[in-house]
Structure formats: structure tokens, C-alpha cells
């Protein structure tokens, strides 16, 4: 991996001259030695990248200690108004059965977002256009194994994973945790009408702008996630009062290859031993749909 050690607006402007770079930040998140599944040593460390616009994401990657070659691949897409920090522990669990596994932060994802952008511009479609370029560096980097790369995505992070995966050829399997098929007819039951849309509104916990629901207001998400053929896993509680469990059976339904997972009692967001089971299941399908690179 090359480390870019240019500073300031110059790297802004390198990232912008060539389609977009990345920077292992050393000064927000150096190198750490921990302590995963089983006392399994790895390491994780902050990998950021830049986007066209020389806008940056900024993640981590997790990685067995002392791992080389190119392993498999996971990617991790927090929830609306979350951060990096929500997929750490299933980061740890998977670079505990020596895979690479990258969680970030999505641009405007959250008022505590280390990427740049803000929540008034966040929307499904910024952050599709995140996961795709997140994809595209960590693919063609020397520690990637382009055959087994897999996406995890936890509610509105569950609609961007599928959303992201339709169009692409290079995700070998996807985990979708509670995954937020509901924007839209929430959006729509909220404003009836396009013009209804607010500039800007107090939605959950953040500000949001227009953006937010006019990008996708007139899309269906059933229309697009089935064109993705891999393997999927959906996982879901029955008391889910965020989105309602008939929206993963009817994406179920969607796949050509999926499991769902339900999860008695659960709300949305899984705890406890729910959140372990969750880790366990997530680990177990990608270890069984790991391509062989013979």
C-alpha cells in the first residue's frame, strides 16, 4: 500500500486529479495491536479515501496481525445517524477468521461523522455512491481478494448494501441486518406530494435536507435489489417498531438466493445475546460462500 504524504490542499488536489485517492491517517487513528475472537491477535488502523470532488471518507480497517496475501474482504455500512464506531464488533469478529474487514464512515451519515459532507446532503443515493467507491479502492488494493468481497449493511446501511450490490459484479455475498426497506414509503407517507418536502427537518435525531427524501421518493427498492444473484442473509426481529419484519419477508422474496433469519422479540437493532447471534450468523454464512482462489 502506498502511503501518500502529501498534505493540505495539495492532497485535495491530488485526489482530485486522479479520480480520487486514499491516506492511511496515522494522526487520527495510529496502527493498534488488539485482542479478537478467541485472544486471536489483529490489528486495525484508520484507511481513508477520496472521492472525485476530493471529499473524504474516513474509515478503519481491521486485519489479522502479521496477515499477507489477499484475503477476503468485508465491508461494513453503519445505520442512518451512526458511525464507523457501530460495525467494530463484527470487524473484530471477522478479522479474527483472517479476513480483512473495513467499516466508515458515510459522508453527512451523522452530526458525528469523521467524513466530510453534511447531513443536510446525506441521502441514500450519497450514500450508495459512497459504498461504490469504497469497493472500488479496497478492490484494487494488494490485500483484497477481488473473488470474496462481502457487504454488511445494518438498516438504512442494509438499503445501501442492496441497493449497492444490484449494479455490481465484484460482491461475492451480502448480511443485512434489519435492513431499512421502509424509507421510502415512510418518506411518502410523511409528504404525499414531491413539493410537500421541506427544505430541511428534524428526522430522528439529526437534521436532514430535502435531499434526503426527494432523491429516492419515487423508488422502489424491490425493483432493484433482486437484480443482485449472490447469496444473501437477512436478519430481522418481529418487534421491530423502526421497520416493520414484513418488509425483509417480502425482500426475501426479492432474492434469488436468501435466508432470513428472524429474531423473536427483537426491536430494531439487535442487543445482548440477539447482537452475538447476529455476529455468529454473519461469520458462519461468509465463511461457507468463501470462493476457493484455486
Not at 488488539?34 to 484507511?47: D, F, M, N, T
Not at 466530510?116 to 479502492?137: F, N, P, Q, R, Y
Not at 429474531?263 to 461468509?286: K, N, S
Amino acid at each position: 500500500m502506498n502511503k501518500l504524504k502529501i498534505t493540505g490542499i495539495a492532497l485535495i488536489a491530488a485526489a482530485i486529479l486522479t479520480g480520487g485517492g486514499y491516506l492511511v491517517l496515522k494522526n487520527i487513528s495510529p496502527r493498534q495491536r488488539i485482542s479478537g475472537e478467541a485472544g486471536v491477535k489483529i490489528v486495525h488502523e484508520a484507511l481513508s479515501f477520496y472521492n472525485k470532488k476530493g471529499q473524504k471518507i474516513n474509515g478503519r480497517i481491521y486485519r489479522p496481525e502479521g496477515a499477507t496475501g489477499k484475503l477476503p474482504t468485508v465491508v461494513f455500512c453503519h445505520g442512518f445517524g451512526s458511525t464507523m464506531s457501530s460495525g467494530e464488533d463484527f470487524c473484530k469478529a471477522f478479522a479474527s477468521k483472517g479476513w480483512n474487514a473495513y467499516t466508515f464512515d458515510f459522508r453527512g451519515g451523522s452530526a458525528k461523522s469523521t467524513s466530510d459532507g453534511s447531513t443536510m446532503d446525506m441521502s441514500v443515493l450519497t450514500e450508495i455512491d459512497d459504498a461504490d467507491l469504497v469497493l472500488d479502492k479496497l478492490g484494487k488494493e494488494d490485500f483484497t481478494d477481488k473473488k470474496n468481497i462481502f457487504l454488511v449493511g445494518q438498516s438504512q446501511g442494509g438499503e445501501v448494501a442492496a441497493l449497492t450490490a444490484a449494479s455490481r459484479k465484484d460482491v461475492r455475498g451480502m448480511v443485512l441486518l434489519f435492513p431499512a426497506f421502509s424509507i421510502q414509503d415512510d418518506a411518502r407517507t410523511a409528504y404525499p406530494r414531491i413539493k410537500d418536502i421541506p427544505d430541511s427537518t428534524a428526522f430522528g435525531f439529526i437534521m436532514v435536507g430535502k435531499a434526503y427524501f426527494k432523491d429516492t421518493w419515487k423508488m422502489d427498492p424491490y425493483k432493484t435489489i433482486g437484480k443482485y444473484k449472490g447469496p444473501v442473509l437477512i436478519m430481522h426481529g418481529t418487534m421491530d417498531q423502526m421497520v416493520n419484519y414484513s418488509y425483509s419477508v417480502r425482500a426475501k422474496a426479492s432474492y434469488k438466493d436468501a435466508v432470513l433469519e428472524t429474531f423473536e422479540g427483537a426491536g430494531h437493532g439487535f442487543t445482548g445475546a440477539d447482537r452475538q447471534r447476529a455476529i455468529t450468523l454473519a461469520t458462519e454464512f461468509i465463511d461457507n460462500n468463501i470462493r476457493s482462489r484455486k
